[in-house]
Each structure stands twice: as C-alpha cells, then as structure tokens.
C-alpha cells in the first residue's frame, strides 16, 4: 500500500488523475474537492488509501 503518491499531473477529470512518478502512471480516483484543490498543477502530492470491499 502507498501513502501518497508524490509526481507529475499528466491528466485531471472530476473522477480521477493521473500522476506519473518513477515512469509510472498511477490511476487515481478522486473526489470534488480534490479536483477543485488541485487547480491548473502540474505537480502533485496525493494522500491514498487502499479500500478493499469483499461483497461479491
């Protein structure tokens, strides 16, 4: 699990960024807010948790 997530912006949309570090592109969904913070950024630092659900 990460704590965050600490690279480049590379895409925003109101459900999810994508942040690339270490040559890696994470898919990262976010909220709102979140995406009313971020603004035009093009770094970033993004705080995670991993939510497993077990319900199928």
Same mark, same amino acid.
């Given at each position: 699990?990460?704590?965050? %997530? =600490?690279?480049?912006? #590379?895409? /925003?949309?109101? #459900?999810?960024?994508?942040? &690339?570090?270490?040559?890696?592109? @994470? *898919? %990262?969904?976010?909220?709102?807010? #979140?995406?009313?913070?971020?603004?035009?950024? &093009?770094?970033?630092?993004? @705080? #995670?948790?991993? *939510?497993? /659900? &077990? =319900?199928?």
């Amino acid at each position: 699990m990460f704590a965050y %997530i =600490d690279g480049k912006l #590379t895409f /925003k949309c109101p #459900t999810y960024i994508v942040v &690339e570090a270490g040559g890696v592109g @994470y *898919h %990262i969904n976010i909220s709102l807010n #979140t995406y009313s913070a971020l603004g035009s950024a &093009e770094r970033c630092k993004i @705080y #995670t948790w991993l *939510h497993v /659900k &077990e =319900d199928a």
